[in-house]
């Protein structure tokens, strides 16, 4: 079953997109802001908070660039209007950074500026390496005119330690994720223990300099220290919160969570370019793909019960840059 599953998940990028859309749904709220918002006040409606996202990087024209600065302001208007419990998360490409800095640099100050406008927040996502200087540097630009943005950093690079030391202080709101990004040894760790250790010693760096931290794993065991830590170290749950990929599932780890008074964020893609976000997703974690059919085969069945992957499979253990 493994090898059949990591098969037909190459496979998928052959299929036509209305044939791979039970696999994506899983993963991605719909095309349009519409369906996104369902979602997101599906989500609020059992007790987590949201981040959106809409998918896509690596734009060519300054023209595209302001149609998703364009999007992006329209959704913090719509967010605004119905009160939903949800930020936005984007990527510094999307805005234009691959086609010139300044043109990055005045679409992401438009935005915070309309974040700043709704009392909403805003977070920048980190890239691969050779963004990360100019990501840091314009998530401190931002910060001057909106106190309200946050940035990413990675486990996976051997730098992180280091950035999060020089950004430290009690406005540094700052997302870890593992990261997905394949970099070389010089910049990154490649041993799954090292980018666990990082991760559970930057999340602990950001909060002993007074910062913010979202913990955006599902490594159950990552998340278990770490409560345990916060714990012993009396770290009120207003200074960090648990984020997750949508559709991931946790077998009710979230909902225990949420119940010991933690903050719990769902991190939300969206858009037109969700097939190429799902074929990476199961590409990453193949099994996802016999639990759909399950799932497929069980509602042509009738009612029954999803099926659901255990809470302790690795398969479900590794990280997108999330979200979050």
């Avoid at 065991?221 to 997750?244: H, K, T, Y």
Wanted: one cysteine or more.
């Amino acid at each position: 079953m493994p090898l059949f599953n990591s098969v037909l998940a190459r496979s998928l990028t052959l299929l036509p997109k209305w044939a791979a859309h039970p696999f994506a749904r899983p993963y991605v709220a719909g095309e349009s802001a519409t369906e996104a918002l369902d979602v997101v006040k599906s989500l609020n409606a059992g007790g987590f908070a949201v981040t959106l996202d809409i998918l896509g990087e690596h734009v060519e024209s300054a023209g595209e660039a302001r149609a998703v600065r364009d999007a992006y302001s329209k959704l913090y208007d719509l967010l605004g209007e119905r009160s939903l419990d949800c930020n936005i998360s984007l990527k510094l490409t999307h805005l234009g950074l691959g086609v010139e800095r300044k043109l990055a640099r005045e679409n992401l100050l438009h935005l915070a500026a309309k974040a700043r406008e709704h009392g909403n927040f805003l977070r920048i996502d980190m890239e691969s390496s050779r963004y990360t200087d100019e990501t840091i540097a314009l998530y401190r630009e931002c910060r001057e005119s909106c106190e309200d943005t946050g940035m990413v950093l990675q486990a996976r690079l051997r730098r992180t330690l280091s950035d999060i030391e020089a950004l430290r202080g009690p406005g540094f709101n700052c997302r870890i994720c593992k990261g997905i990004y394949l970099e070389s040894e010089e910049v990154s760790f490649t041993g799954a223990a090292e980018i666990r250790e990082n991760f559970s010693r930057a999340v602990r760096a950001i909060l002993d300099g007074g910062g913010y931290a979202a913990i955006a794993t599902h490594d159950t065991e990552v998340i278990d220290s770490l409560e345990a830590w916060l714990i012993e170290n009396g770290v009120p749950p207003g200074r960090f919160e648990f984020q997750v990929l949508h559709g991931v599932p946790m077998a009710g780890r979230l909902e225990k969570l949420r119940e010991r008074g933690y903050r719990v964020r769902v991190y939300v893609p969206f858009g037109e370019d969700w097939f190429d976000y799902s074929i990476r997703r199961l590409r990453e974690n193949p099994r996802i793909l016999g639990y759909v059919l399950k799932n497929l085969f069980r509602r042509r069945r009738g009612p029954a019960r999803a099926a659901a992957p255990p809470a302790k499979d690795p398969q479900w253990q590794d990280d997108e840059t999330v979200h979050a």
